[in-house]
């Protein structure tokens, strides 16, 4: 158990280019989430995976967000034409089967910072 | 929408001293609770969880305590030790299947006076 990875750790970028981020789940994990973090606020759901099925995105999520899954195993977060807002801790958390309290192991997050 | 809202940003409690952090709810269909510890530059840690039909759940140090009527849950820690030092995050979820999803609060830093 190698925990969830993520890449890159840091990541600053003018307002306008795409960014893409990725994460590595634990190995045997069916469920991988996406959550965004603020300043002062918890994380807050984007999106969330069922193998390589997406099964929920947040009303939140703008056109310009898009996840992917490929095979069930790592998972690709992307931005396009990202703005001052979209500065934020992008956290990518995994389970085995996911709910009924079934805990989620974080990765340590990609901070992102749009100039 | 605040759904789940944390009203202290931050609480001091001495070391050997009980650190009791509270957490309040509106979401009447959330089917779980969960409470997260956060370090700095680290993502989340899962801590304990309650079921909404329980009104306590208890592991080692931790112990969550949940009033359904009241809408409240509360996380007492016993002993509070200088590790616990950190942002802690309450969290609901509702559990049918395709919108399993946690609903975090908004944290409260607890810090652990030596």
């Known amino acids: 158990d190698t925990g969830v990875s993520q890449d890159p750790r840091h990541k600053i970028t003018k307002r306008g280019q795409n960014v893409t981020f990725r994460c590595d789940p634990i190995s045997e994990h069916n469920r991988l989430y996406w959550y965004r973090q603020t300043l002062g606020q918890g994380p807050e759901f984007l999106t969330y995976f069922q193998n390589e099925a997406q099964l929920e995105k947040s009303r939140l999520l703008s056109d310009r967000f898009s996840a992917e899954r490929p095979k069930g195993s790592f998972s690709t977060l992307e931005i396009q034409r990202t703005e001052q807002g979209d500065s934020a801790m992008y956290l990518c958390?995994?389970?085995?089967?996911?709910?009924?309290?079934?805990?989620?192991?974080f990765g340590s997050g990609t901070q992102l910072s749009v100039l | 929408d605040q759904q789940v809202k944390q009203n202290s940003p931050s609480l001091s409690v001495q070391e050997g001293r009980i650190s009791i952090l509270n957490c309040d709810y509106t979401?009447?269909?959330?089917?779980?609770f969960l409470w997260y510890k956060k370090y700095p530059a680290e993502g989340p840690t899962f801590l304990i969880s309650i079921s909404s039909i329980k009104d306590k759940n208890e592991d080692g140090r931790f112990t969550v305590f949940l009033n359904k009527s009241a809408k409240h849950l509360s996380l007492h820690i016993v002993p509070s030790q200088p590790g616990d030092s950190a942002v802690y995050f309450c969290a609901g979820e509702t559990s049918s299947f395709g919108n399993e999803k946690l609903t975090f609060g908004t944290g409260t830093r607890l810090t652990i006076i030596p």
């Open positions: 958390a995994s389970s085995l089967n996911g709910g009924r309290g079934e805990k989620l192991f």
């Open positions: 979401n009447s269909m959330f089917d779980y």
